[in-house]
């Protein structure tokens, strides 16, 4: 039995035009992902846009039955990752660093900013999987297939990403 997104798999092979309801259902995950990873709205956006192209390009090797949402959430992690590994890697700590100084979190009230200055400063996999526990609501199992990586190093990173946190939060 077909799941809904199956069923929409199917249709779209039929007819490329309902492709659209695919995108519309789930670009503003994919950007949000991307934009975990990336922290930058206009490369995110680029990101969401080449995952949707992969997809459509890759529709016809989905095996339907298959989490489809873990399978896209997988292209977004790779194109994420691909596109940290392009951006030299200085100018995002200067960037890190100069927005820091700017905006110090830890001087207002709110929690939930300290909290996500300190997930914007986890490394990206460890902001990954607290990004797809907590926001995205996946299972150990689902994450795992979406960042093609074992259960026990998802378990791993979890437990790791927790722990930085608390110490990050501590120090406030």
Do not use: C
């Not at 997809?55 to 095996?63: C, E, K």
């Not at 977004?76 to 990752?81: A, D, L, Q």
């Not at 905006?103 to 460890?126: F, G, M, Q, W």
Request: without cysteine; proline residues 3%; neutral net charge.
């Amino acid at each position: 039995m077909y799941g809904e997104d199956d069923q929409l798999i199917e249709d779209i092979k039929k007819d490329k035009e309902i492709f659209v309801q695919l995108v519309e259902k789930y670009k503003d995950r994919a950007y949000n992902l991307a934009l975990n990873y990336i922290r930058d709205p206009h490369y995110a956006e680029d990101i969401a846009q080449e995952v949707f192209l992969k997809v459509y390009t890759s529709l016809a090797s989905y095996r339907l039955g298959t989490n489809f949402k873990a399978w896209l959430y997988r292209i977004v992690h790779n194109f994420s990752m691909d596109t940290l590994r392009k951006r030299r890697r200085e100018t995002v700590l200067k960037e890190s660093i100069n927005k820091r100084e700017e905006n110090n979190p830890y001087s207002k009230v709110d929690t939930n900013l300290a909290l996500e200055e300190a997930i914007k400063r986890l490394p990206p996999e460890y902001r990954a999987v607290i990004t797809l526990r907590y926001q995205e609501d996946l299972s150990y199992e689902e994450i795992a297939e979406a960042m093609d990586i074992p259960i026990g190093t998802v378990k791993t990173w979890l437990f790791r990403a927790k722990e930085a946190l608390r110490d990050g939060l501590s120090r406030t």
